[in-house]
């Protein structure tokens, strides 16, 4: 069975610093990997998914991007943090009809 | 994607059976309806998904209208550890998850 490893799980981070939250993936080859950020009390709202290695693309403008160096390895990156990027980042892997959750990152800018 | 509409939040009570509903009045002929649940600051669990025909399994039961407008989530027996947040959504089989979604139902079970 695929299983996803997101961290780290909860993230303190200045404001202007960069980010990097990293994804794997195990158990599953090629697979659709998608990064989402969730606001408190809001849904999921897709960032990025990824169909293959180095294949990035992105939902919304913003201050984040993301990299995929391997074919389980997602990575979510930015070089110069906002307050406004503090959330619930979770990553997610697409296998055959059905979408797995990593346990996410709680990420505050401060 | 279709878009769907849930109730905020809903209670039920320990023992009980839950009813979620769900909206997807737009929903294409290829179009699943999935649920997914959310406990707190965990990634969302799969739960069940359905095409036309009613679907159960270990964990609910998928009722989908004739219509397919909408659907109701079942959890036959709601513990207390069914509080979460419930997420209906639907998609095209073989596609991908960049449905967004949205703010699901708040599913408060009590003792």
């Known amino acids: 069975s695929q299983t996803i490893h997101q961290w780290p799980a909860t993230l303190v981070q200045p404001v202007g610093s960069p980010l990097s939250l990293e994804c794997t993936v195990e158990?599953?080859?090629?697979?659709?990997l998608y990064w989402y950020r969730q606001a408190a009390g809001r849904g999921l709202q897709l960032l990025f998914y990824s169909v293959g290695i180095g294949q990035i693309s992105s939902e919304v403008p913003q201050n984040l991007s993301a990299s995929r160096p391997q074919d389980r390895q997602f990575i979510l990156s930015s070089k110069k943090l906002l307050l406004s990027d503090s959330g619930f980042y979770l990553c997610?892997?697409?296998?055959?009809?059905?979408?797995?959750f990593g346990q996410g990152t709680r990420l505050t800018v401060v | 994607d279709a878009k769907t509409t849930q109730p905020t939040s809903m209670d039920c009570a320990e023992g009980r059976a839950a009813n979620l509903p769900c909206n997807h009045s737009?929903?294409?002929?290829?179009?699943?309806v999935y649920w997914y649940r959310q406990i707190h600051s965990q990634g969302p669990q799969y739960i069940i998904h359905?095409?036309?025909n009613n679907e159960t399994n270990e964990m609910a039961s998928l009722i989908i209208t004739e219509d397919r407008k909408s659907s109701t989530l079942i959890l036959p027996h709601a513990t207390l550890r069914d509080t979460a947040v419930y997420y209906c959504i639907v998609r095209v089989s073989g596609g991908g998850f960049k449905t967004i979604f949205g703010a699901g139902t708040r599913l408060f079970v009590k003792a």
């Open positions: 359905g095409l036309k």
């Open positions: 997610a892997c697409r296998m055959n009809t059905e979408a797995f």
């Open positions: 158990g599953t080859s090629n697979p659709n």
């Open positions: 737009t929903i294409s002929g290829n179009e699943y």
